[in-house]
Nanobody, 112 residues
């Protein structure tokens, strides 16, 4: 069973920055972040593979950067120029051979 431990998040003003971290108990090819705002479905934010191929939600391109440290099995989400619409619970995701794994979620709140 893969374990994902998240850290980071919090309250920030519009235009501010935050960094999320997620450490996995083993190395998995693709890891990333999803988010869920109140009353909305969970949505994809960004993913990164072990060979550093990245993919982003259009609305975060140019503001968010995903990175990873393969030696530490850790993925980061650097969030800049935050907007109130980025407010959500952010979940770390790791794709295993037969299933997805999820972190416990961390709250990001952007005040206007």
């Amino acid at each position: 069973q893969v374990q994902l431990v998240e850290s980071g998040g919090g309250l920030v003003q519009t235009g501010g920055s935050l960094r999320l971290s997620c450490t996995a108990s083993e190395r998995l090819f693709k890891m990333g972040w999803y988010r869920q705002a109140p009353g909305k479905q969970r949505e994809f934010v960004a993913t990164i593979t072990t060979i550093y191929t990245t993919n982003y939600l259009d609305s975060v391109k140019g503001r968010f950067t995903i990175s990873r440290d393969n030696a530490e099995n850790t993925v980061y989400l650097h969030m800049n120029s935050l907007r109130p619409e980025d407010t959500a619970v952010y979940y770390c995701n790791a794709r295993g051979a037969t299933r997805d794994y999820w972190g416990q979620g961390t709250q990001v709140t952007v005040s206007s």
